[in-house]
């Protein structure tokens, strides 16, 4: 199965970081440099995994995160936040929202690629 | 307390470090806190120790860093310069961790006196916080550095002309993930602060704006001749 997997961030940096990490296997990467555009690309594609910055310059991923645990549609979809933001207030609110993981930047590639192999079945490309 | 440790563990994040645990102490303790306290407090963490003596007797430059020595700084030092002190070990930290982590570049932290500040127009990052911490950061790359910044992650250190933005993005970026980790770091004290996203623009450092009535606090690092000044400035009376 080719799973879609949307990373949302306003760096191009980590995009291509999260891009290449997941390269040698069968999944789709989306791209999305803001909030707004992240809840564009996950209605128009209905992604498996996404994942979410928190400090982006329209919405912050929090606002992403709780707008898509609304809707109906979207609310089942797993969500890792990959964010410079772990203070304990944030990572509560996040948990609250039900996310499937944390990763504090700086992250090494290794630590997203064990957090979504244990949400995602991935296979080689 | 310990459902945010639960937390922590339960998403594998890192415990807060040592310096954040000291700020807090400094924090929370301030009206009933003994100057012994404070020195037990600095003394445990021997560059702080030693920065602290360098502000409290900047002619006399011979600290070993002793409880005796914290002592003296702390007598001299107001408690809040300490906590800004603090912040920026645990800033100096981030820095390398962060340069380590994301680009593979390992930064060793220099003496700033020892460092020529330069004329040069470099590329700068800069991000304010605002809330009951309230300061700036300053991050200048000079050009070889955020050169080799961008080749670590793009695997190219002579990026091309059409390629600058990503530089800065890139540049930007790990502007972003250091302050964003101090922020966090205040926040988990009591210092509950917003950012602004960051800025990043090619200027002269003799430009940068320092906020007035704000403590300076200068890093430097180097990496194979290539440099890395982060400057810190933060309000000691808005606690």
């Known amino acids: ?125 | 307390m310990q459902q945010q440790d639960t937390l922590r563990e339960k998403y594998k994040l890192a415990p807060r470090n040592a310096a954040m645990e000291r700020v807090k102490k400094l924090l929370q303790n301030a009206r009933n806190i003994s100057l012994e306290q404070i020195s037990t407090i600095i003394a445990s963490d021997e560059e702080l120790c030693r920065r602290a003596y360098a502000i409290a007797f900047p002619s006399n430059p011979n600290c070993n860093a002793t409880q005796d020595d914290a002592s003296a700084a702390v007598d001299r030092v107001g408690l809040n310069i300490l906590v800004i002190l603090t912040l920026g070990n645990i800033l100096n930290n981030t820095v390398i961790k962060t340069f380590e982590t994301m680009a593979g570049i390992s930064l060793k932290p220099a003496n700033p006196l020892n460092c020529l500040k330069s004329e040069d127009e470099y590329l700068t990052g800069c991000v304010s916080f605002h809330g009951k911490a309230n300061g700036r950061i300053y991050m200048v790359f000079d050009d070889a550095l955020s050169n080799e910044v961008y080749g670590g992650v793009y695997g190219n250190n002579n990026p091309t002309d059409e390629e600058q933005h990503l530089v800065r993005d890139t540049v930007g970026e790990l502007v972003n993930i250091i302050t964003g980790s101090l922020q966090s770091n205040l926040c988990d004290a009591g210092l509950d602060c917003r950012l602004v996203v960051p800025a990043v623009s090619r200027m002269e450092m003799e430009k940068m704006e320092k906020p007035p009535g704000h403590q300076h606090e200068v890093f430097v690092f180097l990496t194979n001749g290539k440099t890395c000044w982060v400057h810190l400035m933060v309000n000691p009376n808005k606690f």
């Open chain 1, 1 to 125: 199965m080719k799973y879609k997997i949307l990373t949302a961030d306003d760096s191009k940096m980590v995009r291509v970081i999260v891009g290449r990490t997941f390269g040698p296997f069968n999944c789709e990467i989306l791209e999305a440099g803001s909030g707004s555009e992240a809840l564009e690309v996950i209605s128009r594609e209905s992604p498996d995994l996404v994942i979410l910055d928190i400090t982006m310059p329209d919405m912050t991923g929090l606002e992403v995160l709780k707008t898509i645990r609304e809707n109906q549609v979207t609310a089942g979809i797993p969500v890792i936040m990959l964010t410079a933001e772990s203070a304990n207030k944030t990572v509560a609110e996040a948990d609250s929202l039900n996310v499937s993981g944390y990763i504090a930047k700086p992250f090494k590639p290794e630590q997203l690629l064990e957090q979504v192999k244990s949400i995602l079945n991935l296979e080689p490309a």
